[in-house]
């Protein structure tokens, strides 16, 4: 569920708590711990199972099982931390260039997190971003961030962020590509949905029908 649907639904069964408990302390006359148990357990069900239940339809929706889901999430998680990593590096560079080329791939990054984070079954079609490339990026940036951030470079030094500035402009190429190659079942549908609109079109335009009604009224 997302954090705000948990939210309200903690906020409401916490009021449902508290509202059967003053029905049934006040109201029903029970002791009062026999009133609090009792509200708690209804509350608690209440909560766990309205959230059991949107889990069972998010995982149904997205053709998941429990144990694929955590594994996903786990993933996720690890990839986050990266991020941060990333993150950090981009906002210590100073160079212009420099903090060009890691805007574009926080921003490419962040990108195919949200879209395995909004259907997780998209996990499966991204594993070499996340074991792989992501890593990469990572590492590289780090390196790339300390390096450019020193105050005295030697010829080997600019050498070596050369180096590190087109293996990143290469990876940024290659994270283009993994999420195109997430993306490609949906470019497929769409298509596949504009050439049936472009054929119902045609066939709007042109009517034989239409055309020998005319040829009769004249």
């Known amino acids: 569920m997302k954090p705000i649907l948990l939210f309200l639904l903690g906020m409401f069964s916490a009021a449902e708590t508290f509202m059967l408990w003053i029905i049934l302390f006040l109201g029903f006359d029970l002791p009062y711990w026999s009133a609090s148990l009792s509200s708690l357990l209804a509350g608690g069900l209440t909560f766990f199972g309205v959230k059991l239940f949107f889990e069972h339809k998010f995982l149904k929706k997205n053709k998941l099982t429990r144990k694929e889901y955590a594994y996903i999430q ?3 998680q690890d990839a986050k931390s990266k991020m941060a990593r990333l993150q950090k590096a981009f906002l210590s560079v100073r160079s212009m260039g420099a903090f060009k080329q890691l805007y574009e791939l926080n921003k490419l990054t962040k990108r195919m ?9 998209r996990f499966y079609q991204s594993e070499r971003f996340f074991f792989y490339h992501l890593d990469s990026i990572v590492e590289l940036s780090e390196r790339y961030a300390m390096l450019a951030s020193q105050p005295v470079k030697n010829e080997q030094m600019y050498i070596s962020l050369k180096e590190t500035q087109s293996t990143l402009d290469d990876l940024s ?3 283009k590509k993994d999420i195109y190659h997430v993306l490609s079942r949906d470019v497929e549908d769409l298509n596949f949905e504009l050439d049936v609109a472009k054929h119902s079109l045609k066939k709007l335009e042109y009517n034989p029908t239409d055309t020998d009604e005319r040829s009769t009224k004249q």
């Open 173 to 175: 190429k290659s994270v």
């Open 74 to 76: 786990k993933n996720m």
């Open 113 to 121: 997190y949200q879209i395995v984070h909004k259907e997780p079954r």
